[in-house]
């Protein structure tokens, strides 16, 4: 990686203002050496030729796994509201929103 992609404190301080994190001054200088060496090993993967590598989406070729479309059963009303904080009518009661 050459010295122009190098992360810098001035880098590191911004990124831990915008995720709202405070950093001591040597946090700033042990993060910008932690991030630099894992961009270092981001540009190595970049070097890998893979021209000739089919891409993959998944470990596994896989198709969509769905199970039947079963009607069964369901809850009876009273056992749907049986647990609602509150309820009017049969029907679950939820504040008003305007």
Not at 6 to 21: F, G, N, S
Request: hydrophobic share 40%; charged share 35%; glycine share 2%.
């Amino acid at each position: 990686m050459d010295a122009s992609k190098r992360l810098t404190e001035e880098d590191v301080a911004h990124l831990a203002w915008l995720a709202r994190i405070e950093l001591s001054d040597q946090e700033k200088l042990r993060f910008t050496a932690q991030l630099n060496t894992i961009l270092k090993y981001f540009a190595m993967i970049d070097r890998v030729d893979t021209r000739d590598v089919q891409p993959t989406f998944h470990a596994f070729n896989l198709d969509n796994v769905m199970r039947d479309d079963v009607v069964e059963p369901c809850l009876s009303k009273e056992e749907a509201l049986r647990n609602a904080p509150r309820r009017e009518k049969g029907y679950f009661k939820a504040p008003r929103i305007v």
